[in-house]
C-alpha cells in the first residue's frame, strides 16, 4: 500500500510541477502570497516551486533509499506553502475552481492530509 501510495504521490508531485511550468500559471499565482511576490515575481515563485515539485516527485521514484528523507522535505515544503493556501481564502482569490469562500476554506483542510501522505508513504517497511 505504501509503495502505491509513494508512486501516485511521485506521479502527483511531476504532474503538478509541470502544471506550473506550463498549463497552470496564472492560476497558480493567485496562491502565491503577496509577502513572497515582493521579494520575488510571482510567476518566478510559480515556475521555482514547480521546479522543485518536479524534483521532489521524481526522488521519490529515483531514489529509493532516501526516500524516508525525501518524504520530511516533502512534508515540510507542503508545510511551507501552506501560507499561499491561507492567503489564497483570506483575500478571496479564486484559483483552480476554488471561486467561493467554502471552497476555499475547505482547500485548506487537504494540506496536513498531504503532509501525512508524505510521510506514511515514505516511512521504511516495518514502521508503524
Do not use: C, Y
Amino acid at each position: 500500500m505504501r509503495t502505491l501510495l509513494r508512486w501516485l504521490l511521485a506521479g502527483s508531485m511531476v504532474f503538478a510541477g509541470l502544471s506550473h511550468l506550463f498549463w497552470a500559471r496564472k492560476e497558480f499565482q493567485a496562491q502565491v502570497p503577496d509577502f513572497a511576490g515582493e521579494v520575488m515575481d510571482k510567476d518566478a515563485v510559480v515556475v521555482a516551486s514547480g521546479v522543485v515539485e518536479i524534483m521532489l516527485g521524481a526522488s521519490l521514484v529515483a531514489l529509493p533509499k532516501s526516500r524516508g528523507t525525501i518524504g520530511w522535505i516533502l512534508a515540510a515544503f507542503f508545510t511551507a506553502i501552506f501560507p499561499g493556501n491561507l492567503e489564497q481564502w483570506a483575500k478571496k482569490r479564486s484559483g483552480f475552481g476554488l471561486d467561493t469562500d467554502e471552497k476555499r476554506f475547505a482547500r485548506l483542510f487537504f494540506q496536513p492530509v498531504l503532509v501525512a501522505w508524505a510521510i506514511f508513504s515514505t516511512r521504511p517497511k516495518g514502521s508503524a
